[in-house]
């Protein structure tokens, strides 16, 4: 029996999501649990203490705080600028450094890189300034909690920072720009925004909230 075969429908191409970029996510989302733990204990800490709290928000220096919350927030900014540079294939400037529009990823990650390694020393600059008013690790329940929410952050910036020289260095090491290498350089921007998001939650929580 005989007639009209059946036609098949074109779903198009069949794709994979990208398992490293899904492997950051999840890692990513891990690391946000512990956060989250860090926010649980900080509010049952503040919740048993408000004379403490009252007393040690009043000690930080907020305008200090905010500016060095803006620089790790542009700093995002240049991050996603080079992530789009590197999607496009475009590793390097096409022409003067001076000529911001031809920059590629690798010039825009040095500036975040810079931009992150200020938000750190603006950091170590507020420790150092904290502990000579008297404010230790061991001081008291705030100084704890203060130095281990923003102290253990310190540390995913400084991997962050890591990770940029990781992916800037490999741009003068080989001579081909892989699909590996701009996986790279995209997942290492999740980490960067996820740092930056996290950050403002504890700036908020830290110092905004009296």
């Known amino acids: 029996m005989s007639g009209p075969v059946p036609s098949i429908p074109d779903y198009g191409p069949a794709t994979r999501p990208n398992m490293v970029a899904v492997g950051t996510m999840v890692w990513l989302a891990s690391e946000l649990m512990f956060f989250a733990a860090l926010f649980a204990f900080y509010f049952s800490l503040r919740g048993h203490l408000p004379e403490l709290w009252d007393e040690r928000t009043a000690q930080l220096n907020v305008p200090f705080a905010f500016a060095n919350t803006v620089v790790l927030v542009i700093s995002s900014v240049w991050c996603q600028l080079g992530v789009w540079k590197a999607e496009a294939g475009q590793v390097a400037r096409t022409g003067t450094l001076a000529n911001v ?44 909690i203060f130095y281990l929410a923003t102290g253990f952050h310190g540390m995913h910036v400084t991997g962050g920072l ?25 997942v290492t921007s999740y980490y960067w925004h996820f740092v930056d998001v996290v950050w403002i939650a504890l700036f908020a929580m830290i110092y905004l909230l009296k």
């Open 101 to 144: 529009k031809e920059w590629g990823m690798r010039e825009w990650y040095v500036l975040t890189y810079v931009f992150g390694s200020i938000f750190i020393a603006g950091q170590v600059y507020e420790y150092a300034h904290l502990v000579h008013e008297g404010i230790s690790l061991s001081t008291d329940s705030y100084a704890s």
């Open 162 to 186: 890591i990770a940029f020289l990781l992916i800037i260095g490999r741009t003068f090491t080989t001579r081909r720009y892989t699909h590996l290498q701009e996986t790279g350089a995209v």
